[in-house]
């Protein structure tokens, strides 16, 4: 059995199939592709439903609070600065890690069996 040599954070680093590891897993920017396009994997079982945009704010929010105390330490800039900063640095920072967190997710799901029942 290969399932186990796929490390479900590696695969959904790189945003490819948790079977093969080889095929893409999206088929648009957050779409699932019905299949994977290497090994044929059904990934209809694929649902990882809000997950991801829960651990993308746990890691996004401390990450830009953070970045904020540090840039307000050192620059003291003016409020409205910090809007200009940070606003983008949010949606940015979201946008390049729904993609990874969502993979990982379905990854998991698919070595955990979830949904097979
Ligand atoms: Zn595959």
Redesign the pocket.
């Given at each position: 059995m290969t399932d186990a040599l796929i490390s479900p954070f590696a695969a959904g680093l790189r945003c490819?199939?948790?079977?093969?590891?080889?095929?893409a897993l999206y088929a648009g920017f957050l779409k699932v592709a019905p299949s994977?396009?290497?090994?044929?994997?059904d990934l209809k079982f694929a649902d990882s439903g809000d997950g991801p945009a829960v651990f993308v704010i746990f890691a996004v929010a401390p990450l830009v609070i953070i970045l904020a105390f540090i840039v307000e330490n050192l620059f003291h800039p003016a409020p409205w600065m910090h809007l200009v900063l940070w606003i983008p640095a949010v949606i940015i920072f979201s946008l390049l890690l729904l993609r990874p967190f969502k993979a990982v997710m379905i990854a998991l799901q698919y070595q955990r069996q979830a949904g097979a029942a």
């Open positions: 490819v199939c948790p079977r093969c590891g080889e095929g994977c396009e290497s090994c044929g994997l």
